[in-house]
C-alpha cells in the first residue's frame, strides 16, 4: 500500500496533476512522431498453420515436386439464366486480349480465351450452360491493397467492354449477363474489406455506446468523457509500440486483432476508470477535501485495478504458447494494450480527476452533509439539503445471499449448470467463407460454382505419397472410398520420380465439416496402401494438401492449443489470485464459478444461435478466445467485490461486510459490466459471423457473470464458508473504536 500512496501523492498533488498529464500527451506526441501507428502495419495474408502442419507440408511438397506456375488466382464467374451466348463469348475473349497486351496492375497472367475457337471456349460451360468460370493470376506477393487496385482495374475494363456493369446484376436476373469474383484473390479482397469497414464502425459504435451508458448512470458530460480520453490516451501510446514492434518483424498485426483490440480497450479501460471513480464519488459525500478524497478512493481501489489488469494482461500472454496463427497474433496487441490502460488508471485518470476534483460530476455534484448545508444556507434553498443515504446493509441482494445463502446456491447452479449442459451439443467450423455475409461477392460466386460444377472441384484434396518405386494400390483404394467422385491420374515428381500424386474429388462439398473429418481416412487408406507395396515408416512417408486438409489441420492445432492454454491461464490466474487474497480457498471456488459462467455462456450461444437462427455451426476459434477473455475479465469483477468484502471482514462480522461489500460495488460493477458487455455486442452488429459469435457470447459471460455469478453465487458461497473463506489467510478484527478512524476510512 506504500506504494499506492506514493503514487497517488505525485499524480493527485498540486504539481504532480499537471505534469503527469504533460507527460502522457509528450508520450502521445513523440511516439506517434517517432514510430508508425499499428494500422499501416497489418498484415492480413499471413499463414494460419505452423510449418508442422500437415497440410503445410504437403504444400511445400507440391511446391517442390510439382511446381505449377506461381500466383494467386482471382476466379471470375460469368452467368446468364437463359444460356451464356456467342456474344457474350466474344467480349470476353476481347477483354483477355486487351489484359495479355496491357495488364492489369499487378496480374501475372489470364486465360488467353481469344486464342481458342468459341466451340472450345463453350464446351468449358457447366451442364445447363448458364455459367462459365476462368482465372485471372495476380502476384502472389501483392498485399491487399494492390490486389484490390488490380480488381478494381479488371472490374472497370468489363463495364468498359460491356456498356454495363455486370458486378452489380442479381445471379437470378433472367436477361443479363452476371458477374462475380471470388477465389484466394476475391477471398482475400473480401475479409480485409469487411475488418476495414469494422474498424470504423466498431470505433464510432463502442464510443457512442460508452458515452450514453455513462450519461444515463452518472448524468454527467464531464465523467462521461474522462474513460474515453483515458482510453485516447493508452491507444495513442499502444498503436505506435505495436506499429513499431510489427515493423521490426516482432509480431504481426491484422485487422481483426486491432478490431477487437479497439473494444477490448473500451470495455476494460472503461471498467477499470469506473473503479476509482465511483469510489471517489462516494468519498466526497464524507470528505471535503477532494485531494484528500481522491487519496482515500486510490488506496481503496488501486490494488483491485492492478490486479485485475494484471490477471488479464498474463491471460492474454498465455495466448502466445498458441500454434495457430490468429491466437498467436492477438497476444502481444491484446496484451500491451491492456498493460498501458492499467498504467492510464492509475496515473492519468487520478491526474485528470484532481485536475478537476468535484466538477467531474457536474451537475450532480457529490458534496458531505455539511458541505450541503452550508450550501442551502448560502443558497437559501433549506429545503434541498441532500437526504442522508441508506445504509449499505439495505441492499436486498446482500440480505438475500447472507440470510439464505443455500437457496441462492443452488438456484444459481441449476440455472448455469442448465445453461452449460449445452456446451457439448455445440459443433464447429473451420470455413473462413462461412464467416461472410452470405451476400458478399466472393461468397456468391463461390456458391454458383458449387451449384454449376462438380462439387468436389472447388477443392480437390492434394494427395502425395513416396512409393519408393515400387507399384502400388493407392489409387484403387481411394476409388474406392464412399465419399470420393474421383482419382485423377497420377502425377510424377520433378526432382524425385518416386513422389507420386493425385487430386482427389469428393462427393460432397470440401469445405464442409463432413469433408473435414474425412482427411483421416484419406491417410490411412494411402498408408494401408504402401504397407501393402511392403514399405515401412508409411506415415512419414504420406502428405495430404488441398484446403479440406487445411481445415483438419486447423482443428487438431486449435484443439491443441485450447487443451494447453486453458490449463495455464487458469494455472496463472489462480496463482495471481493465491497472493493477492492469500486464500487457497477464495482461489479454489472464485475459478470455478468463472469457469461455470464460461460453459453457460457458450450454451446460451449455442441456444441462441442454432435454435434461434438456424445456425448449425460456430467458428472453431470462439471457445478458446471466449475463454480467456470471459475467465480474465469475469475475475476483474470477482476481485474488486472479494476485496472489499476482504477489508471489511477485517472489523466487521462477515454476514455484515458481505452486505455492505455486495451492496457497496453493486452499482460499479453493474455498470462496469453492462459497458464491457455493450462493447463487446457492439461486435454482433458486424457483418462477420466470426465477430458476430464471439462478440455475443463474450457479452453473455460478462452479463452472467455481472447479474448472477457476482452478486448472487460467489457471496452466498462466501457466506456458506464464512471464515473458512479466507483459509490459509487470517484477518483480525480491530477495535469497534476505530471504526471511525481514517485508516478504516481509507480503507472502506
Same mark, same amino acid.
Request: hydrophobic share 45%; with cysteine; proline share 5%.
Given at each position: 500500500?506504500?506504494?499506492?500512496?506514493?503514487?497517488?501523492?505525485?499524480?493527485?498533488?498540486?504539481?504532480?496533476?499537471?505534469?503527469?498529464?504533460?507527460? !502522457?500527451?509528450?508520450?502521445?506526441?513523440?511516439?506517434?512522431?517517432?514510430?508508425?501507428?499499428?494500422?499501416?502495419?497489418?498484415?492480413?495474408?499471413?499463414?494460419?498453420?505452423?510449418?508442422?502442419?500437415?497440410?503445410?507440408?504437403?504444400?511445400?511438397?507440391?511446391?517442390?515436386?510439382?511446381?505449377?506456375?506461381?500466383?494467386? %488466382?482471382?476466379?471470375?464467374?460469368?452467368? =446468364?439464366?437463359?444460356?451464356?451466348?456467342?456474344?457474350?463469348?466474344?467480349?470476353?475473349? #476481347?477483354?483477355?486480349?486487351?489484359?495479355?497486351?496491357? %495488364?492489369?496492375?499487378?496480374?501475372?497472367?489470364?486465360? %488467353?480465351?481469344?486464342?481458342?475457337?468459341?466451340?472450345?471456349?463453350?464446351?468449358?460451360?457447366?451442364?445447363?450452360?448458364?455459367?462459365?468460370?476462368?482465372?485471372?493470376?495476380?502476384?502472389?506477393?501483392?498485399?491487399?491493397?494492390?490486389?484490390?487496385?488490380?480488381?478494381?482495374?479488371?472490374?472497370?475494363?468489363?463495364?468498359?467492354?460491356?456498356?454495363?456493369? %455486370?458486378?452489380?446484376?442479381?445471379?437470378?436476373?433472367?436477361?443479363?449477363?452476371?458477374?462475380?469474383?471470388?477465389?484466394?484473390?476475391?477471398?482475400?479482397?473480401? /475479409?480485409?474489406?469487411?475488418?476495414?469497414?469494422?474498424?470504423?464502425?466498431?470505433?464510432?459504435?463502442?464510443?457512442?455506446?460508452?458515452?450514453?451508458?455513462?450519461?444515463?448512470?452518472?448524468?454527467?458530460?464531464?465523467?462521461?468523457?474522462?474513460?474515453?480520453? /483515458?482510453?485516447?490516451?493508452?491507444?495513442?501510446?499502444?498503436?505506435?509500440?505495436?506499429?513499431?514492434?510489427?515493423?521490426?518483424?516482432?509480431?504481426?498485426?491484422?485487422?481483426?486483432?486491432?478490431?477487437?483490440?479497439?473494444?477490448?480497450?473500451?470495455?476494460?479501460?472503461?471498467?477499470?476508470?469506473?473503479?476509482?471513480? +465511483?469510489?471517489?464519488?462516494?468519498?466526497?459525500?464524507?470528505?471535503?477535501?477532494?485531494?484528500?478524497?481522491?487519496?482515500?478512493?486510490?488506496?481503496?481501489?488501486?490494488?483491485?485495478?492492478?490486479?485485475?489488469?494484471?490477471?488479464?494482461?498474463?491471460?492474454?500472454?498465455?495466448?502466445?504458447?498458441?500454434?495457430?496463427?490468429?491466437?498467436?497474433?492477438?497476444?502481444?496487441?491484446?496484451?500491451?494494450?491492456?498493460?498501458?490502460?492499467?498504467?492510464?488508471?492509475?496515473?492519468?485518470?487520478?491526474?485528470?480527476?484532481?485536475?478537476?476534483?468535484?466538477?467531474?460530476?457536474?451537475?450532480?455534484?457529490?458534496?458531505?452533509?455539511?458541505?450541503?448545508?452550508?450550501?442551502?444556507?448560502?443558497?437559501?434553498?433549506?429545503?434541498?439539503?441532500?437526504?442522508?443515504?441508506?445504509?449499505?446493509?439495505?441492499?436486498?441482494?446482500?440480505?438475500?445471499?447472507?440470510?439464505?445463502? !443455500?437457496?441462492?446456491?443452488?438456484?444459481?447452479?441449476?440455472?448455469?449448470?442448465?445453461?452449460?449442459?449445452?456446451?457439448?451439443?455445440?459443433?464447429?467450423?473451420?470455413?473462413?467463407?462461412?464467416?461472410?455475409?452470405?451476400?458478399?461477392?466472393?461468397?456468391?460466386?463461390?456458391?454458383?460454382?458449387?451449384?454449376?460444377?462438380?462439387?468436389?472441384?472447388? /477443392?480437390?484434396?492434394?494427395?502425395?505419397?513416396?512409393?519408393?518405386?515400387?507399384?502400388?494400390?493407392?489409387?484403387?483404394?481411394?476409388?474406392?472410398?464412399?465419399?470420393?467422385?474421383?482419382?485423377?491420374?497420377?502425377?510424377?515428381?520433378?526432382?524425385?520420380?518416386?513422389?507420386?500424386?493425385?487430386?482427389?474429388?469428393?462427393?460432397?462439398?470440401?469445405?464442409?465439416?463432413?469433408?473435414?473429418?474425412?482427411?483421416?481416412?484419406?491417410?490411412?487408406?494411402?498408408?494401408?496402401?504402401?504397407?501393402?507395396?511392403?514399405?515401412?515408416?508409411?506415415?512419414?512417408?504420406?502428405?495430404?494438401?488441398?484446403?479440406?486438409? /487445411?481445415?483438419?489441420?486447423?482443428?487438431?492445432?486449435?484443439?491443441?492449443?485450447?487443451?494447453?492454454?486453458?490449463?495455464?491461464?487458469?494455472?496463472?490466474?489462480?496463482?495471481?489470485?493465491?497472493?493477492?487474497? =492469500?486464500?487457497?480457498?477464495?482461489?479454489?471456488?472464485?475459478?470455478?464459478?468463472?469457469?461455470?459462467?464460461?460453459? +453457460?455462456?457458450?450454451?446460451?450461444?449455442?441456444?441462441?444461435?442454432?435454435?434461434?437462427?438456424?445456425?448449425? #455451426?460456430?467458428?472453431?476459434?470462439?471457445?478458446?478466445?471466449?475463454?480467456?477473455?470471459?475467465?480474465?475479465?469475469?475475475?476483474?469483477?470477482?476481485?474488486?467485490?472479494?476485496? =472489499?468484502?476482504?477489508?471489511?471482514?477485517?472489523?466487521?462480522?462477515?454476514?455484515?461486510?458481505?452486505?455492505?461489500?455486495?451492496?457497496?460495488?453493486?452499482?460499479?460493477?453493474?455498470?462496469?459490466?453492462?459497458?464491457?458487455?455493450?462493447?463487446?455486442?457492439?461486435?454482433?452488429?458486424?457483418?462477420?459471423?466470426?465477430?458476430?459469435?464471439?462478440?455475443?457470447?463474450?457479452?453473455?459471460?460478462?452479463?452472467?457473470?455481472?447479474?448472477?455469478?457476482?452478486?448472487?453465487?460467489?457471496?452466498?458461497?462466501?457466506?456458506?464458508?464464512?471464515?473458512?473463506?479466507?483459509?490459509?489467510?487470517?484477518?483480525?478484527?480491530?477495535? +469497534?473504536?476505530?471504526?471511525? +478512524?481514517?485508516?478504516?476510512?481509507?480503507?472502506?
Amino acid at each position: 500500500m506504500e506504494g499506492y500512496r506514493g503514487i497517488t501523492k505525485w499524480v493527485t498533488g498540486k504539481y504532480g496533476r499537471w505534469i503527469t498529464l504533460a507527460v !502522457w500527451i509528450a508520450v502521445v506526441l513523440v511516439l506517434s512522431f517517432m514510430w508508425p501507428n499499428v494500422n499501416s502495419q497489418e498484415k492480413n495474408n499471413e499463414s494460419n498453420l505452423p510449418e508442422s502442419a500437415q497440410s503445410v507440408q504437403a504444400e511445400q511438397m507440391a511446391n517442390k515436386q510439382f511446381p505449377g506456375e506461381d500466383g494467386s %488466382p482471382a476466379l471470375i464467374v460469368w452467368k =446468364r439464366e437463359g444460356g451464356i451466348e456467342v456474344e457474350d463469348i466474344q467480349k470476353l475473349q #476481347a477483354l483477355t486480349k486487351q489484359w495479355q497486351q496491357s %495488364p492489369l496492375p499487378y496480374m501475372e497472367r489470364v486465360v %488467353p480465351l481469344h486464342q481458342l475457337p468459341i466451340p472450345a471456349v463453350m464446351s468449358q460451360l457447366s451442364e445447363d450452360r448458364s455459367t462459365l468460370v476462368f482465372p485471372v493470376i495476380f502476384d502472389e506477393q501483392a498485399d491487399p491493397d494492390q490486389l484490390k487496385e488490380g480488381i478494381t482495374q479488371l472490374k472497370q475494363d468489363v463495364t468498359d467492354q460491356f456498356a454495363d456493369d %455486370p458486378f452489380s446484376v442479381s445471379l437470378d436476373d433472367k436477361e443479363k449477363l452476371s458477374a462475380r469474383i471470388t477465389g484466394p484473390v476475391g477471398i482475400q479482397i473480401d /475479409a480485409t474489406g469487411l475488418f476495414k469497414n469494422a474498424d470504423v464502425s466498431l470505433l464510432i459504435g463502442t464510443v457512442l455506446l460508452v458515452v450514453v451508458i455513462l450519461l444515463l448512470i452518472y448524468r454527467s458530460p464531464i465523467l462521461a468523457l474522462i474513460p474515453l480520453i /483515458a482510453v485516447g490516451f493508452a491507444f495513442g501510446v499502444t498503436s505506435p509500440i505495436l506499429g513499431y514492434m510489427a515493423q521490426q518483424g516482432w509480431i504481426t498485426v491484422d485487422a481483426q486483432a486491432i478490431s477487437i483490440m479497439t473494444v477490448l480497450l473500451f470495455g476494460a479501460g472503461t471498467d477499470y476508470c469506473l473503479f476509482l471513480i +465511483s469510489h471517489y464519488r462516494q468519498m466526497l459525500t464524507v470528505e471535503a477535501n477532494k485531494v484528500r478524497a481522491l487519496v482515500s478512493a486510490f488506496r481503496g481501489s488501486a490494488g483491485a485495478i492492478a490486479m485485475s489488469g494484471l490477471t488479464v494482461v498474463l491471460a492474454l500472454f498465455a495466448l502466445l504458447l498458441a500454434e495457430y496463427g490468429p491466437y498467436q497474433r492477438f497476444a502481444v496487441p491484446f496484451s500491451i494494450s491492456i498493460f498501458i490502460m492499467g498504467i492510464a488508471s492509475l496515473t492519468l485518470v487520478p491526474a485528470m480527476l484532481a485536475i478537476l476534483g468535484r466538477v467531474s460530476f457536474f451537475p450532480f455534484i457529490p458534496r458531505t452533509p455539511q458541505m450541503q448545508e452550508e450550501r442551502a444556507k448560502r443558497t437559501g434553498k433549506t429545503g434541498r439539503v441532500q437526504k442522508k443515504q441508506a445504509n449499505p446493509s439495505d441492499s436486498r441482494v446482500g440480505r438475500l445471499v447472507v440470510s439464505r445463502p !443455500w437457496s441462492v446456491i443452488v438456484a444459481t447452479l441449476l440455472l448455469l449448470g442448465g445453461l452449460a449442459s449445452f456446451s457439448p451439443q455445440i459443433k464447429y467450423t473451420y470455413d473462413l467463407l462461412s464467416s461472410f455475409p452470405s451476400n458478399m461477392e466472393s461468397r456468391e460466386g463461390f456458391t454458383v460454382i458449387g451449384e454449376q460444377f462438380a462439387v468436389g472441384k472447388l /477443392a480437390p484434396v492434394q494427395v502425395i505419397y513416396d512409393s519408393n518405386g515400387k507399384p502400388t494400390s493407392v489409387e484403387e483404394n481411394l476409388s474406392a472410398l464412399p465419399f470420393v467422385s474421383n482419382v485423377s491420374e497420377p502425377q510424377v515428381g520433378k526432382e524425385n520420380k518416386e513422389i507420386i500424386a493425385h487430386n482427389i474429388e469428393l462427393n460432397i462439398n470440401p469445405y464442409s465439416i463432413e469433408a473435414m473429418e474425412y482427411i483421416p481416412a484419406i491417410r490411412s487408406a494411402v498408408e494401408q496402401s504402401l504397407q501393402q507395396a511392403g514399405l515401412s515408416e508409411v506415415e512419414q512417408k504420406v502428405w495430404i494438401g488441398g484446403q479440406t486438409a /487445411a481445415q483438419y489441420d486447423t482443428k487438431v492445432i486449435g484443439q491443441r492449443d485450447t487443451q494447453l492454454i486453458i490449463p495455464v491461464v487458469i494455472g496463472l490466474i489462480s496463482l495471481l489470485l493465491l497472493v493477492y487474497l =492469500r486464500s487457497i480457498v477464495a482461489t479454489i471456488y472464485l475459478i470455478a464459478t468463472v469457469v461455470l459462467s464460461y460453459f +453457460s455462456a457458450l450454451g446460451l450461444g449455442w441456444i441462441i444461435f442454432h435454435y434461434g437462427f438456424g445456425v448449425e #455451426a460456430i467458428q472453431g476459434a470462439i471457445p478458446l478466445y471466449a475463454f480467456v477473455f470471459l475467465v480474465a475479465l469475469g475475475e476483474d469483477y470477482n476481485i474488486f467485490m472479494v476485496s =472489499r468484502i476482504w477489508q471489511k471482514s477485517r472489523y466487521l462480522p462477515l454476514k455484515q461486510a458481505i452486505r455492505e461489500g455486495v451492496s457497496e460495488t453493486s452499482s460499479v460493477i453493474t455498470s462496469a459490466g453492462i459497458i464491457l458487455a455493450g462493447t463487446f455486442a457492439v461486435l454482433a452488429s458486424l457483418p462477420i459471423q466470426v465477430l458476430v459469435q464471439f462478440g455475443t457470447v463474450t457479452a453473455l459471460g460478462v452479463l452472467l457473470d455481472t447479474f448472477i455469478v457476482r452478486p448472487l453465487l460467489v457471496p452466498a458461497i462466501t457466506a456458506v464458508l464464512g471464515r473458512a473463506a479466507f483459509w490459509p489467510g487470517l484477518h483480525r478484527k480491530v477495535n +469497534s473504536g476505530q471504526l471511525n +478512524s481514517s485508516t478504516t476510512m481509507e480503507e472502506s
